[in-house]
């Protein structure tokens, strides 16, 4: 029979392998392996990265036809409830606006934001959209009612999930393996080992991942959230006002 198994994959993986754990009593650990990076007790999951640099090689591609034809393009991203992959690859591919499922992003904040590009001279957008928005095709049609530009949207789909993977993924695969190896021999089994801040995080909660999902536990320490609130800030500061304004009038109603 089955001795050991190390189950590398998301959610339905890991589902999966606490079912063999509990009703077959197989000696399973998990390694989170996903594109969306949205498993509870680790930084990064394997797979991110790879999809990440697939990302932004489009991007730069996009970019050049954005740049010639003054056109705000809308890349629509892969990420699941997520929005990771759309927020690291804005942030490193320097995209102009972003929408993902953990921010308040109304139309209206964004033609806000792309509003005040033009006003600084900036003819041309590049738009992350995180899949758990939405339709990108749906919010280009809301977009084309609130902004005065040519607009296009592209949908990059499964070509995220492929490739030759990054050199960050192979070495934290590597890490993720012996670490599996050790805790095996250690027979510390029933639970998943993540990697967070430069440390070992082994979790028995993380099976639950989507009761993770619900407590929000996960996004509590997204520490790209607060930098990009920054930028959009920077980017967009009368979108800014326009939300406060919004809070304030609603407290006075009250």
Same mark, same amino acid.
């Given at each position: ?10 959610d339905g993986s890991y589902r999966g392998a ?9 000696? +399973? ?40 034809? #003054? ?36 139309? #209206? ?17 590049? +738009? ?36 030759t993977p990054s050199g960050f993924d192979r ?10 190896? #050790? ?53 967009g500061r009368n979108g800014q006002r326009f ?12």
């Amino acid at each position: 029979g089955i001795e050991y198994l190390v189950v590398i994959g998301g959610d339905g993986s890991y589902r999966g392998a606490n079912l063999l754990y509990k009703e077959h009593g197989i000696k +399973v650990v998990g390694i989170p392996g996903t594109i969306d990076n949205d498993i509870c007790g680790t930084d990064f999951t394997l797979g991110f990265d790879t999809c990440l640099n697939t990302i932004l090689d489009a991007m730069s591609k996009i970019r050049d036809t954005a740049t010639s034809h #003054e056109r705000t393009i809308l890349i629509q991203v892969m990420g699941r409830r997520a929005g990771d992959l759309a927020l690291h690859a804005c942030i490193a591919g320097g995209g102009d606006g972003i929408m993902i499922p953990e921010m308040d992003n109304p139309i #209206e904040m964004l033609a806000l934001q792309l509003k005040e590009r033009r006003k600084n001279g900036k003819l041309h957008d590049i +738009v992350l959209v995180a899949e758990g928005v939405g339709n990108v095709l749906d919010i280009e049609e809301k977009l084309r009612g609130h902004i005065n530009s040519e607009i296009r949207s592209v949908v990059l789909g499964h070509i995220q999930r492929g490739g030759t993977p990054s050199g960050f993924d192979r070495v934290l695969a590597s890490r993720m393996a012996a670490k599996a190896v #050790e805790v095996l021999s250690k027979g510390e089994v029933g639970r998943s080992y993540g990697w967070n801040w430069k440390k070992w995080n082994g979790n028995s909660y993380t099976w639950r991942n989507l009761l993770c999902w619900k407590k929000k536990e996960y996004w509590k320490r997204l520490w790209t959230s607060t930098f990009i609130i920054k930028i959009m800030r920077k980017w967009g500061r009368n979108g800014q006002r326009f939300r406060i304004s919004k809070k304030r009038k609603k407290k006075k109603s009250n």
